[in-house]
Each structure stands twice: as structure tokens, then as C-alpha cells.
């Protein structure tokens, strides 16, 4: 089992900027990847930021060249810088731990609880 906590949500104008942060613990051995996915009110949850254990990232096209995935794997922590934040990143952002086959993220079902991150105009 693998346990996710995220943190570092919250509200911010547009044009602003927000670090969250994903803690892993359990078996770390199931995070060989991690994932930032955003899911807002009435849509579907959406992958956003990826990386691999060895550092390799991936961005959705809405968070190129705004938003930095990063690792600590001393810590076990995954972090997502996202700057020039729009209203429209307004969601709930959750950490899932994952792998990656053939250069594409997958997610396993390891989910942490969610943290709000709210972007007024």
C-alpha cells in the first residue's frame, strides 16, 4: 500500500503562483512514478504533470512552460511548481503514484485526498 497526502493548495490571482507538494510513504516501491492529475466541477480528471523515477517529465499542453514537476526521492516528495496560474486551473489537484511503459504515464490506484487550488480573476 502506498499512502499519498497532498498540501500547498489554495486561492491565489491570476498571474500568481502555488507549490504543492505530494508526500509518499507505504510502499514506495509502487511510486516509481508520480502524477499530478486536476479535476474541476463537472469535468473529467485530468492528467496534468508526470515524472519517473529517473526524472523524466511529461506536461499536459495546458501546463507547458507554467508548471515544473519535480522529486525528492530522499524525501519521497513530488512537487508542482505552477506559475502564471490562470482561472482556469481552478480544480482540485491530486497526486497518484503510477508508472511509465513505452514513454506513457499510467496511474495504479493509489490516490491522495486532494488539495483545492482556487485562481480568481
Known amino acids: 500500500q502506498v499512502q499519498l497526502v497532498e498540501s500547498g493548495g489554495g486561492l491565489v490571482q491570476a498571474g500568481g503562483s502555488l507549490r504543492l507538494s505530494c508526500a509518499a510513504s507505504g510502499s514506495t516501491g509502487d511510486t516509481d512514478a508520480i502524477g499530478w492529475y486536476r479535476q474541476a466541477p463537472g469535468k473529467q480528471r485530468e492528467l496534468v504533470a508526470s515524472?519517473?523515477?529517473?526524472?523524466?517529465?511529461k506536461y499536459a499542453d495546458s501546463a507547458k512552460g507554467r508548471f515544473i514537476i519535480s522529486r525528492d526521492n530522499a524525501k519521497n516528495t513530488v512537487r508542482l511548481q505552477m506559475n502564471s496560474l490562470k482561472p482556469e486551473d481552478t480544480a482540485v489537484y491530486y497526486c497518484n503514484a503510477g508508472f511509465y511503459l513505452s514513454g506513457r504515464y499510467y496511474q495504479r490506484a493509489y490516490w491522495g485526498q486532494g488539495t483545492q487550488v482556487t485562481v480568481s480573476s
Open positions: 515524472i519517473s523515477s529517473r526524472g523524466i517529465t
